[in-house]
């Protein structure tokens, strides 16, 4: 398989190489020549190169993974020249891989895990045959991180993958680190080690990370800071004792303040070593090809202490080994190799076995040697795979070894344990636990019970995490580890923290101590340096800044760190070759290597480490095995102190990627063909240069003066706001260059594509364009009050030797050095906006011009720089505005003096004056950026230009250059004394005029002062408008359009005005001084008065709905009263003339509990009426001066009447009638109240037994001879829908006119009504439509008016809407409620009959095709109202009738329904109870019974009954099983509210019942009544309709009269007849 995976890549390497993603490898510490990198061709380019201790991955193009190195566990050696496919895994897109010391990792598109290699410690996982005991995985295999914490566990999504020796991290999409394989190093709180299941760590959990990295022992993790507001929420839980813990004593102090810079460590003594050999287990470790092939065991137990003993720095052990075991780290872990420790369950019942395994595993022979020394402590040396041995810690290592139980294994086996804190305070004893197979991190206790766990967590565990927001990037394959952290807008996060856990002996965990960590600790000093990427070696760290700079700590023993401090437990700072600007770092076994900028755009590349050692012969080093054994020096001899450059750096182009992994570095570059490249990296170039130096600025200058509070009072209250202002909008640029110089440094280590649309440039332009345009502003702000001045006074007394960086930093002149002019320095960024243009215009070269991409170059190219040209000119006009407040300082200009105020251009020489001036007048104008400012004399006039309307006057005979101004309350003319003069004063007037109105006057078309404009103004003149504040739209100088007008008293108004004045839709607060409320009014305007529809809550609690007129209440109108007054209150609904009840109405007396219907005359009843109280009594008569008076009828509850004269209200006075429930009767004359008794003096007539009722009763009861007329009530209601179509009086007015009015209604309601739903949406663009209504309706056409009807009356929008609305109110309020009297039933049948006629009037004057009402369509009908003909031919023929019921009580009835209803059931309640008694005695029989009772023929009676498919015979004792279907039909009557559906529902009961009966039947069938109405009496009585009565009786009042005598009016009385038989039967 090897030889076939060469021969295809050889094949492959035949094509032509990629121009990017080229791959340079070479030996950090070789021979002594110079450095020459292989090249390492592939046919793909290189995404990705990860290195471990002797091997290497590379991913390519396409998901492909090649592997390279000592590959251990397949037992190949591969040359780094012809790397090996992972043919595994192909068919999977890998987007990332990762190498540890010995095992490797990918990562794929999906998200998930593949690992192979060393697994040992468990650093791959569980094998896929869910074993644990696997040494080595051979193949990639998938790893599954699963999340246990959530119901159902879920699989996790991984998108960022990190290996070390023994441990591997992944960072999930959702910002949460997950870990697995042994040792501290891992983070994990658990017991069990090794960890063969990806674990999540708990103590980072609720934070944010963004990126990881892992060591040899090790581990780092880049995360997002917590805002401070949420920083409480991770404080620790509970103290730990101070008795648990053993910390040295540290040369370096460390200050803690907050609870996730805990600063506990863990240290190993003399005293556990007795622990550590009972727990210690061994394991395998390969030996790189081309070294020995002899192994070696060892197994010794071993145990040391830190100490501050110098004496011992240096001192090692005996020599006389070969690769001894080293370790040095203050933190042992112990890994139970499955078969070895477990006696229960050992798979290998002696050694020998195990060294069988592993030499069949290695295909080498063992060699067993016995160890008792330290030996060899280089990490350096390239001949072991275990670089645990590093020690260049000043400490006292003392490791004493002893055989246990003559056991062995290899010499590459590591023994250490992980000790726990609760072991740290216990007495150790070997006997008591020689049990113990492995011991926990925290939680361990000689008894076996749980221990207390640590609790110095950072935050508190959450199952939750924010997502990972989106990033906008090049689009490619390879997912950078960096590439996770984004802000909201995109753009990557500084806001960043470093945490570290794992060993610590060599200080590469940054807390000031060599202690290990158990747990993730924030490493404090580094919190605040905008750290975007960490970086982990063996044994040190490195950490890259927003700033490019490079802070390293840990293990210096080769120079790696840049610096001679050594060891370094906290980070330092790397020093820099000056002008160098680091990007890009990563950190090997004991080398770094630094990417940075130069001066030129192509990077540098600088190396930290040991230098190349001198050349051996040929036959010195052929074996290291060979070799005399001697101790490796402590320290390299030969390293840097620096940061050294690598020449050959120059010729390899474009580097984008730098890597390191053991005594390999490699690197990524690119070559420059389409000139993208370049163009890329010199736009990153370019603003990393330029975050430096405004970081600079911001440490020298603005942050020490900012932090001086007691300085700034010197600058002035003015300046000193200013300044801080300034700060702020310094620190959102600073800010914004940060993220973008990270984002696109992250962007450039992105191999396969630059998409260039995904630039922030183009995506976020216009953020870019605010911020500079706010930091413009603010700095030219400060300059216009003079705080450039104060600020440099200020600096030379408090910076003092700053000064000359200071200088350095100022770039506007080199010439000069030594002074710093801090206008221009402040004032420089605005330079940067050209320099992105340029780039951007490179950028364009490289596309067509068709192409989208150029296009959005070119778009942000102009952007920028328009931009730019309009700063610089607006840091001209702050220079002007400066020098012209110096020359004209005084009393009359001081008040004009604004910080945002720039200005133009001023008449003080005579050039510009006011016409009709006089001769000695003084008249001087200033046009400043705002404002024209006229000043005359001590007095001064102001002008806003957002309100001034500019217009040139023609040139006449008298050379007069005259330019006419229109302000909101006064129109001058200014007089030029030249025409240059003139078209000057123009051309400021015009540019700034139309700045204000496009924002800014970029894009602003010259010249233009538009006529309609949005400004605000505040009124100065005397009017209605004086002292009111306006905001919103106006034309040539007056308001008019949509704005908000708010006076001082608080009356505020909102809505539209015309010609200055309220007109149109609007809402207005007036404020009530003496109740101190606010009254609302919403409605219509016109003139400035309220005229119109509209809803008035008044501050006393009354809200008036309805129809005004010149402020007036006007029309139809409904008003609720007496809210506040609980004494009085009611409603009345009706008209109104000039804000006075007039006409009929309805008044709900609530208190009295009496509702008045009639009319009014001036606020009081007046003329024909009618009243019904609460306790039902019933009056209709006539009222005069708000009382009854004249003849009326007055009926109480239990049908006492009188008829005759009354005076008052309730009060009889005069001859009348009155006639006793029972029959009896009182003549004569009557006076007193009704309620308290009355007088009578008259005859009293008692109706004789055997005398018949009398026929005279009926007439005396004859109700509403007293009434208003129908058709007389609510014309206000229909005046009103009249005059919103554009007529004066009723069916006089343009058609058209109407149609018109109609569609702008709907507009103008859309436009009010923001919260419609998308269906009601689409039904008002459909009305707006207006359809054709002037032709001749037809049977065809006829539909199309039908819905269109439909959907207006649904509407209130619409008129006919509005109307419909309207109609059932009224109606509403007039029969519910107390109106609920029996006797109200045929006035309401009445009045809903009226509606119908009224309505109808209007659909015809819309549609004059219409016939009148119950006119016939002269065209055959599609529609289902039809009337059958039949003529002398018996040939049947249908025409459509159309009327009023059938075509508007579709749209009006069912909301009449329930008060309608009610009324019916009311009417007829005692014939309905007599129904409902004989429904329930007599559907207690069985059918066959109950039909022989009825009559009906044996013929007609079911035999056979069917349910779910089977036939069953019908008994006698069967009930509720005859003719369910028609039962069923019937019993739907009541679900429907017309006549018309109610009479299809019959029809249908008819057709079940025919359809029943005929199969029981021979022949033609037809029915006779004889036989049908005993039949149908069955159905009625099965139905058991409730309120069957109320039914029949709104059928027959309502019911088109056209069906009345035809099939349907013939079923309707057979119907009729049913109800009445039911009636008559006897309940005996």
């Known amino acids: 398989m090897e030889n076939k995976e060469h021969s295809g890549l050889a094949e492959e390497q035949d094509s032509v190489p990629p121009q990017r993603g080229l791959l340079h490898i070479w030996q950090s510490g070789g021979p002594s020549e110079p450095l020459c990198p292989e090249r390492v061709c592939l046919p793909q380019c290189v995404l990705q190169v990860a290195l471990g201790e002797h091997h290497g991955l590379l991913l390519a193009q396409g998901g492909q993974v090649y592997s390279f190195g000592e590959l251990l566990w397949r037992g190949l050696s591969v040359p780094v020249s012809t790397p090996v496919l992972e043919v595994s895994l192909q068919g999977t897109t890998v987007v990332r891989v990762a190498s540890g010391g010995f095992h490797c990792g990918a990562l794929s598109e999906q998200g998930g895990v593949y690992m192979w290699g060393e697994n040992t410690a468990g650093q791959c996982g569980p094998t896929e045959g869910g074993t644990d005991s696997n040494v080595t995985v051979a193949e990639p295999y998938p790893l599954a991180v699963v999340d246990n914490e959530v119901v159902p566990p879920a699989v996790v999504r991984i998108v960022d993958l990190a290996c070390g020796r023994e441990h591997s991290l992944a960072l999930s999409a959702q910002n949460e680190l997950w870990a697995w394989g042994s040792g501290c190093q891992l983070g994990l709180v658990t017991s069990n080690f090794p960890v063969w299941k990806p674990q999540k760590v708990e103590h980072l959990a609720g934070r944010h990370v963004i990126q990881v990295a892992c060591g040899a022992y090790h581990s780092l993790a880049l995360v997002r800071s917590l805002h401070p507001q949420n920083s409480n929420a991770h404080k620790p839980r509970e103290k730990r004792s101070a008795s648990h813990l053993s910390l040295t004593k540290k040369d370096e102090s460390l200050s803690v303040d907050d609870a996730h810079y805990c600063p506990l460590g863990v240290e190993l003594t003399e005293s556990m070593s007795a622990e550590t050999s009972a727990r210690r287990r061994s394991k395998q470790r390969f030996q790189p090809a081309g070294g020995s092939h002899r192994y070696q065991t060892v197994l010794f137990p071993y145990t040391y202490s830190i100490s501050n003993n110098k004496e011992n720095v240096g001192k090692s052990e005996p020599d006389g080994q070969d690769d001894p075991i080293t370790q040095t780290d203050s933190c042992t872990t112990s890994y139970p190799l499955p078969g070895l420790t477990d006696k229960k369950k050992r798979a290998f019942p002696n050694e020998l076995e195990l060294q069988n395994l592993l030499q069949k595993l290695s295909g080498h022979s063992l060699e067993m040697q016995n160890s008792s020394g330290l030996g060899d402590s280089d990490s350096l040396s390239s001949q072991t795979s275990d670089d645990s041995c590093v020690s260049s810690t000043p400490f006292n290592d003392q490791l004493s070894s002893a055989y246990t139980n003559g056991a062995t294994v290899c010499e590459g086996v590591r023994s250490s344990t992980p000790m726990g804190l609760e072991e740290l305070s216990l007495q150790k004893k070997k006997k008591s636990l020689q049990g113990y197979k492995s011991y926990s991190l925290t939680d361990l206790s000689r008894d076996g019970k749980t221990g207390t766990r640590r609790s110095s967590l950072p935050g508190t565990p959450t199952h939750k995490t924010p997502p990972r927001p989106h990033l906008y990037g090049c689009k490619s394959s390879s997912s950078s580890p960096i590439l996770t952290s984004a802000t909201e807008e995109g753009?990557?996060?500084?806001?960043?923290?470093?945490?570290?856990?794992?060993?610590?002996?060599?200080?590469?965990?940054?807390?000031?101590?060599?202690?290990?960590?158990?747990?993730?600790?924030?490493?404090?000093?580094?919190?605040?340096?905008?750290?975007?990427?960490?970086?982990?070696?063996?044994?040190?760290?490195?950490?890259?800044?927003?700033?490019?700079?490079?802070?390293?700590?840990?293990?210096?023993?080769?120079?790696?760190?840049?610096?001679?401090?050594?060891?370094?437990?906290?980070?330092?700072?790397?020093?820099?070759?000056?002008?160098?600007?680091?990007?890009?770092?990563?950190?090997?076994?004991?080398?770094?290597?630094?990417?940075?900028?130069?001066?030129?755009?192509?990077?540098?590349?600088?190396?930290?480490?040991?230098?190349?050692?001198?050349?051996?012969?040929?036959?010195?080093?052929?074996?290291?095995?060979?070799?005399?054994?001697?101790?490796?020096?402590?320290?390299?001899?030969?390293?840097?102190?620096?940061?050294?450059?690598?020449?050959?750096?120059?010729?390899?182009?474009?580097?984008?990627?730098?890597?390191?992994g053991g005594q390999r570095c490699a690197l990524l570059a690119n070559r420059n063909v389409t000139c993208v490249i370049s163009a890329v990296h010199e736009l990153a170039f370019v603003e990393r240069k330029f975050y430096c130096w405004l970081s600079s600025v911001k440490k020298l200058l603005l942050t020490p003066l900012y932090n001086k509070e007691s300085a700034r009072p010197s600058l002035g209250e003015t300046c000193s706001r200013l300044f801080l202002s300034l700060c702020g909008t310094f620190n959102h640029l600073s800010t914004l260059i940060g993220q973008h110089s990270t984002w696109l440094s992250r962007s450039v280590h992105e191999v396969q594509c630059h998409d260039v649309t995904s630039l922030h440039l183009l995506v976020h332009t216009q953020h870019f364009l605010d911020i500079y345009t706010a930091y413009c502003t603010t700095v030219g702000d400060f300059q216009v009050m003079g705080g450039f001045q104060s600020l440099h006074k200020l600096s030379l007394e408090f910076l003092g030797s700053q000064q000359t960086k200071l200088a350095e930093l100022d770039e506007s002149d080199p010439s000069v050095?030594?002074?710093?002019?801090?206008?221009?320095?402040?004032?420089?960024?605005?330079?940067?906006?050209?320099?992105?243009?340029?780039?951007?215009?490179?950028?364009?070269?490289?596309?067509?011009?068709?192409?989208a991409e150029y296009q959005s170059l070119h778009l942000s190219c102009m952007q920028f720089e328009s931009l730019s040209r309009f700063l610089l000119r607006r840091k001209k006009e702050a220079e002007v505005t400066f020098l012209f407040w110096k020359t004209h300082s005084g009393k009359n200009t001081e008040g004009l003096r604004l910080p945002q105020r720039r200005v133009l251009c001023e008449s003080s020489n005579r050039t510009l004056t006011l016409q009709g001036a006089g001769r000695f007048s003084n008249h001087w104008f200033i046009l400043f950026n705002d404002a024209l400012v006229h000043i005359q004399f001590s007095t001064h006039h102001v002008y806003p230009l957002n309100c001034l309307w500019v217009k040139p006057l023609p040139e006449n005979d008298s050379g007069c250059y005259a330019i006419k101004i229109t302000c909101p309350e006064e129109t001058f003319t200014l007089v030029a004394s030249t025409p240059e003069e003139k078209n000057k004063w123009l051309h400021f007037l015009h540019q700034e005029v139309d700045g204000l109105l496009a924002g800014g006057g970029r894009g602003s078309p010259p010249g233009i002062t538009a006529m309609s404009r949005t400004a605000s103004y505040t009124f100065t003149g005397e009017g209605r408008l004086k002292d009111g504040q306006y905001t919103g739209s106006w034309h040539a100088g007056r308001i008019h359009g949509r704005g908000t007008m708010r006076w001082p008293s608080g009356q505020t108004y909102t809505g539209n005005f015309k010609n200055g004045l309220?007109?149109?839709?609007?809402?207005?607060?007036?404020?009530?001084?003496?109740?101190?409320?606010?009254?609302?009014?919403?409605?219509?305007?016109?003139?400035?008065?309220?005229?119109?529809?509209?809803?008035?809550?008044?501050?006393?609690?009354?809200?008036?709905?309805?129809c005004f007129s010149d402020g007036q209440r006007h029309g139809y109108g409904m008003l609720s009263s007496g809210k506040m007054d609980k004494t009085s209150s009611g409603v009345f609904i009706g008209q109104w003339v000039y804000d006075k009840k007039t006409g009929y109405g309805v008044y709900d007396d609530i208190t009295r509990g009496e509702k008045y219907m009639g009319m009014w005359l001036d606020d009081e009843r007046h003329g024909r009426a009618l009243v019904v109280t609460q306790y039902g009594v019933y009056y209709e008569g006539h009222f005069r001066e708000n009382k009854m008076s004249g003849p009326g009828l007055l009926v109480s509850d239990d049908d006492t009447a009188f008829r005759g004269e009354f005076s008052e209200d309730w009060t009889v006075n005069g001859k009348g009638v009155l006639s006793l429930a029972n029959g009896d009767s009182i003549e004569g004359h009557f006076s007193g109240e009704w309620n308290a008794g009355l007088k009578v003096t008259g005859t009293y007539t008692k109706l004789a037994p055997d005398e018949p009722e009398d026929k005279d009763r009926d007439n005396f009861f004859r109700l509403g001879q007293h009434v208003v007329a129908a058709g007389e009530r609510w014309v206000c209601v229909f005046d009103e829908c009249w005059r919103r179509l554009g007529c004066d009086v009723a069916a006089r007015g343009d058609r058209t006119t109407a149609w018109e009015n109609i569609a702008v209604s709907i507009t103008s309601g859309r436009q009010h009504s923001p919260h419609l739903s998308r269906s009601q949406s689409k039904v008002l663009e459909g009305l707006e439509c207006i359809p054709q209504h002037g032709e001749a309706v037809t049977a065809k056409n006829y539909n199309n008016i039908q819905r269109y009807l439909a959907k207006a009356c649904e509407t209130p929008i619409h008129p006919l809407g509005w109307l419909v609305e309207t109609l059932v109110t009224v109606y509403r309020m007039t029969y519910v409620g107390v109106g609920s009297n029996r006797r109200l039933l045929r006035e309401a049948v009445k009045e809903l009959q009226a509606y119908l006629q009224h309505f109808y009037c209007i659909v015809r004057f819309l549609f004059p095709g219409l016939p009148e009402d119950g006119g016939i369509l002269p065209e055959t009908p599609t529609s289902p109202c039809k009337i059958r003909y039949s003529s002398s031919s018996m040939e049947e023929s249908f025409v459509t009738v159309v009327s009023s019921s059938s075509l508007l009580l579709p749209r009006l009835l069912p909301q009449l329904y329930p008060p309608l209803f009610m009324l019916y059931c009311l009417h007829d309640e005692q014939q309905e109870v007599q129904y409902w008694e004989r429904i329930l005695r007599l559907n207690k029989q069985p059918d066959h019974s109950l039909l022989r009772f009825l009559g009906v023929h044996e013929k007609f009676w079911p035999k056979f009954m069917t349910v779910l498919g089977e036939t069953n015979k019908i008994g006698p004792s069967s009930k509720d099983v005859c003719f369910v279907c028609a039962v069923e039909t019937l019993q739907q009557i009541s679900t429907t509210f017309t006549p018309s559906d109610k009479l299809l529902v019959i029809q249908r009961t008819f057709e079940e019942l025919t359809q029943e009966i005929k199969p029981m039947q021979d022949g033609d069938f037809l029915w006779c009544m004889d036989d049908l109405l005993p039949l149908f009496l069955y159905i009625v009585l099965r139905a058991s309709i409730r309120n069957l009565g109320a039914e029949v009786s709104l059928i027959e009042d309502v019911m088109d009269p056209n069906v009345q005598h035809g099939e349907l009016g013939l079923m309707f009385t057979t119907l009729k007849a049913c109800y009445i038989q039911i009636q008559l039967e006897s309940t005996t």
């Open 491 to 660: 753009f990557p996060t500084l806001e960043t923290e470093v945490w570290s856990w794992g060993r610590g002996s060599e200080g590469q965990l940054g807390h000031g101590d060599q202690l290990a960590r158990l747990q993730p600790l924030c490493i404090k000093c580094l919190t605040g340096e905008e750290v975007i990427k960490v970086a982990a070696g063996s044994h040190h760290s490195l950490a890259l800044t927003a700033q490019c700079q490079v802070y390293s700590w840990g293990s210096n023993m080769c120079g790696q760190l840049g610096h001679v401090n050594s060891p370094v437990t906290v980070p330092q700072q790397t020093k820099l070759w000056d002008d160098l600007r680091a990007w890009d770092v990563s950190a090997g076994q004991s080398h770094s290597l630094v990417l940075a900028d130069g001066d030129r755009v192509e990077p540098v590349l600088l190396y930290c480490g040991q230098q190349q050692e001198p050349r051996r012969e040929p036959g010195e080093a052929s074996c290291q095995s060979k070799r005399p054994c001697q101790r490796s020096p402590s320290r390299a001899e030969n390293y840097t102190v620096r940061p050294t450059l690598l020449p050959f750096c120059v010729e390899m182009g474009y580097i984008s990627n730098v890597s390191s």
């Open 817 to 851: 050095r030594g002074t710093v002019d801090l206008g221009s320095l402040l004032y420089w960024p605005l330079q940067h906006l050209h320099r992105y243009s340029q780039v951007l215009l490179k950028l364009e070269a490289c596309y067509d011009v068709l192409t």
């Open 1062 to 1106: 309220e007109d149109g839709y609007g809402e207005c607060i007036i404020p009530d001084k003496l109740l101190n409320k606010a009254g609302c009014y919403q409605g219509h305007w016109r003139d400035g008065k309220i005229h119109g529809f509209g809803i008035y809550r008044y501050a006393s609690g009354d809200v008036y709905e309805g």
